[in-house]
């Protein structure tokens, strides 16, 4: 049936087309200052996007409830894409909604480490352990490099991944947990 997928596909492809008009049209809306119209945008590309295009749109349509004066519809729209987001791994999206709703007021708190593991660390691997914990000694990137003779661009990499895998907003937080998981380490 190489017919059939080729109409599916284009299908598919003039679903998404449409979908990137419409979230096109909502931010050239949104930019004009007319929320009504930005918010109907959005939701119709909502409708219509794959599950980038349905977050970005409902991101879109936040704004645009803000924009017209319905803080707790937008807030219920920027928290199920915060919720959603977060469950898929898209981060740029879910910190767009976490910016948002903590500039609506309300304070958008990070899940810590899962029970089954007391620190996180035993996420990280042989070598990302060694670089948490020279953070934790407070060393700068270049630092870390010199002493593990690596290249900064390898340990700017490893820190991403720290904190990603951590759950981490900063390299402080790393810090915090190196230092928790040393201080149960002496305790026992």
Known sequence: MPG????QRRRWDSTRGRAFAAIAAARVAGVRGDSCEAARLAAQAESLGSLPQRLTARLLAAEALVGGGDPAAARARLES???????CGAMRERDHAA???RELGHP??????????A????????REREVAELLADRLRNREIAERLFLSEKTVERHVSRILAKLGAASRVDVART???ARAETRVR
């Open 4 to 7: 059939e997928r080729a109409r």
């Open 81 to 87: 894409a915060y919720r959603e987001a977060n469950a």
């Open 99 to 101: 910016r948002a709703l």
């Open 108 to 117: 958008v708190h990070r899940r810590g480490a899962p029970p089954a593991a």
């Open 119 to 126: 620190t996180g660390l035993d996420r990280l691997t042989a």
């Open 178 to 180: 190196v230092e928790r």
